[in-house]
């Protein structure tokens, strides 16, 4: 287990689950035509928003969860320098936990507004999150159980977002067959 001590405040977020927002749909299309600006001359190819807030009718953590696809992770240090400029910051592979992809949250007033997980070409998690958003786009049913689960594991796992993360994982399973 990672130390925790000197992690700064948005590392150590509570799990808060809102009610939906339209505007998040136009929030992830200006952070994606952000990023791609930004990135796409360090070799990103794609950039999607993903995640519940990607979701119409979807109640969710206020951030807006973004994945870019790389050819390599040779420019991640260019990629991190750039993201910078603009209240991104790094987490390493070492603390995320997640080696198939880079992670970074943009913080504003000491709050995640943002994630963005970097993958490799030809990731079966790129494909698999394309997967999850648009059979809940296209089903209010799954939508609506998914709210539900999401709000209750968030009380239980109030102080944990690990652990209300993989609590989602037979959810997200099932959807996914």
Do not use: C
Request: net charge neutral; proline share 6%; aromatic share 10%.
């Amino acid at each position: 287990m990672v130390e925790q001590n000197n992690w700064p405040v948005w590392a150590t977020e509570s799990v808060e689950i809102v009610k939906p927002n339209p505007d998040w749909q136009d929030e992830g299309k200006r952070e994606k035509e952000e990023l791609y600006t930004l990135l796409a001359p360090l070799g990103i190819s794609k950039i999607e928003h993903i995640g519940s807030t990607s979701i119409p009718d979807l109640p969710a953590k206020p951030i807006i969860d973004l994945m870019a696809e790389a050819h390599s992770f040779d420019r991640l240090e260019d990629i991190s320098t750039a993201l910078s400029t603009y209240d991104w910051h790094y987490v390493s592979p070492k603390l995320d936990e997640r080696p198939w992809r880079r992670f970074f949250v943009k913080v504003k007033n000491n709050k995640r507004v943002a994630h963005l997980h970097v993958m490799l070409k030809g990731e079966k998690r790129w494909e698999q999150q394309l997967l999850f958003r648009n059979r809940l786009r296209e089903n209010p049913q799954l939508v609506y159980d998914y709210a539900n689960l999401k709000q209750e594991l968030a009380r239980e796992f109030h102080q944990d977002r690990e652990a209300y993360t993989k609590a989602k994982t037979e959810f997200i399973k099932r959807v996914l067959k």
